[in-house]
């Protein structure tokens, strides 16, 4: 029997993906079995490159800027570097929906030849590659968001005259900044999965540990951010979407509050949900990339450009209040937190333990009061972020989905065959979670009295997801991430360290899995092996400076206490 329409569409879209791939560029021999070979990032990946492109691709986003911006480095052969090596990524683990080689090499050239001219860069990124998820409209370049109904046509609307004309409000300004955008990376179908799958590309694993899952919903940044083939790029989050791929690829990311970083011009999924609002944040190696292209971009001043943007520029006195904390840690006066090991639902995997309680003792060990976090029922968060994903009774995903009439992969967690939610309990549903953040808001004040510092945390730390790097159609539960969507506060990824079959064992007083309310306890230590671990650094909102400046200072202690 012949296959329907769509996989057709879908097989000649993802053979024109490959075919954008040059020659040169292309692997001569077969990818070997993830039973074989479980990672292939450093060293696997590092031996199809040159010694002058691994130097490099192993840069992160500051040093590489550092040496654009003053001429050490070409453009051209920066980015040709990280193209080669994005190439490279996408043949390993499927993580590219995009690739736009040529144009970034045309673009490289340009600054180049603007840097002879002027003997000074375009703005602060000049030269810097970026890659982008498959949200963001670029010039020339298709956008299908995991739709094989979107191909050929602008978010599924044939001979629309924005098809390859519309730019994203964000991608302006990183243009306007000097960078290089060159590819855009897989996401699931939907965007409402902690997995990255469509009928497109199929599954984008993990290059730490190809039996896993790289995350999701910006799962194609993670994975190749992982490999290297990108030193910084841009996802969304509205459920964990930014912080869940940082955490199964041992990277940093920030989830921003609402209203700091441009969303005007980029595809999305339920377009006109206005109740929970998904945000555009950075992922990166590094915690320093992150500040640096968060920066970067306020100083664009994007509020004159995006109507929903708060004219809040970049504030270095944040910044250096917080560095004053951390140098009083050893006196009263000294920075708090609070640790949540547990949100009620789903109990966390031995790695995801280890990692907290290495947290923990690496706060203790520099001064810092540490306090349990038991806030307001994360029941509340759950429900209400639930009922949000789903108020239009999965009409968004039917159309989109019924444009090609493809199948809808199990991971997607938004139900097609739902209820569309009346006005009248859409108001009830934002006093609900309005409700909630001031009880939240209450309860954070309240610690004042328990931090011996004399004001509330400063932040608290606790898991993004109940596991590392998921097991495929394991992700139950995405509560550890959407509270932080639901309160609209920062949130920074922190790798920490990766899970050891030989160490992270499950305990024999585990609890049975009909003890759980909602997650089995599915830990399996020999298939998780090698899985990064990460915690997320929560904050109040809009104080996304402070959690950058602690996020930098924590996970450079937390790389001197695992070199002890």
């Known amino acids: 029997m012949a296959d329907p329409t769509w996989r057709i569409r879908s097989d000649a879209k993802r053979q024109a993906i ?157 243009r306007s900044l000097g960078a290089v955008l060159y590819c855009k990376t897989s996401v699931p179908a939907t965007l409402m999965s902690g997995e990255t799958v469509n009928n497109i590309i199929g599954y984008t694993w993990n290059p730490k540990n190809r039996l896993l899952s790289c995350g999701g919903s910006s799962g194609g940044e993670g994975a190749l951010l992982a490999l290297r083939g990108s030193p910084v790029g841009f996802g969304s989050d509205i459920g964990g979407s930014i912080r869940i791929p940082a955490g199964f690829n041992f990277l940093y990311g920030l989830r921003p509050s609402s209203g700091r970083i441009p969303y005007q011009g980029v595809a999305n999924s339920m377009d006109g949900q206005n109740s929970l609002l998904s945000v555009l944040g950075p992922l990166a190696p590094t915690a320093r990339s992150l500040t640096f292209v968060f920066k970067s971009v306020l100083s664009t001043e994007p509020w004159f450009h995006d109507p929903l943007v708060l004219e809040l520029p970049w504030r270095d006195v944040m910044v250096d209040q917080t560095r004053e904390l951390i140098q009083k840690s050893k006196d009263s006066t000294s920075l708090a937190f609070g640790i949540m090991y547990y949100d009620g639902f ?15 003792q690496t706060l203790k060990r520099l001064g810092h009061t540490v306090i349990p976090w038991t806030p307001p029922s994360h029941a509340k968060a759950h429900d209400l972020a639930s009922e949000i994903y789903g108020m239009d009774g999965g009409v968004d995903l039917r159309h989109h989905f019924g444009l090609s009439g493809e199948e809808q992969a199990p991971q997607v967690i938004v139900d097609q065959d739902g209820v569309e939610m009346k006005a009248s309990a859409i108001a009830q549903l934002n006093i609900a979670k309005r409700e909630y953040q001031k009880e939240y808001m209450d309860y954070w004040n309240s610690t004042a009295q328990l931090t011996g510092t004399g004001r509330p945390v400063d932040g608290f730390i606790c ?100 070199k002890k």
């Open 346 to 360: 789903a109990r966390i995997h031995p790695p995801i333990h280890r990692g907290m309680k290495l947290v923990e």
């Open 18 to 174: 490959l075919d954008a791939i040059p020659q040169k560029w292309r692997l001569t021999e077969p990818v070997p079995p993830p039973t074989e070979v479980r990672d292939v990032t450093g060293s696997y990946i590092c031996k199809y490159l040159d010694a002058q492109e691994i130097e490099i691709t192993e840069s992160d986003a500051v040093d590489i800027a550092a040496k654009t911006t003053t001429g050490q480095w070409s453009a051209v052969k920066v980015t040709e570097a990280f193209c080669h090596r994005a190439a490279l990524a996408h043949q390993l683990v499927s993580c590219l929906h995009e690739i736009f080689f040529d144009a970034a090499i045309e673009d490289a050239k340009k600054l180049d030849q603007y840097f002879a001219e002027h003997k000074a860069p375009i703005g602060p990124l000049h030269g810097l590659p970026v890659s982008l998820k498959d949200q963001f409209h670029v010039k020339g370049v298709e956008t299908t968001m995991g739709y094989v109904g979107w191909i050929n046509t602008f978010q599924g609307i044939p001979n629309d005259p924005r098809r390859g004309t519309e730019e994203s409000e964000l991608v302006r300004e990183l």
């Open 463 to 562: 898991p993004i997801a109940p596991h590392a790097a998921v097991i495929p159609q394991q992700y139950r539960h995405v509560g550890y991430s959407s509270f932080v969507d639901v309160l609209d506060y920062p949130s920074v990824t922190i790798p920490v360290t990766h899970a050891n079959k030989s160490v992270d064992v499950r305990p024999a007083n585990a609890p049975a899995a009909s003890l759980e309310p909602h997650v089995e306890w599915d830990y399996d230590a020999d298939t998780y092996d090698g899985a990064p671990v990460a915690v997320q650094l929560v904050g109040r909102r809009l104080q996304e400076e402070k959690m950058l400046t602690l996020a930098e200072y924590i996970g450079e202690e937390i790389a001197r206490e695992l």
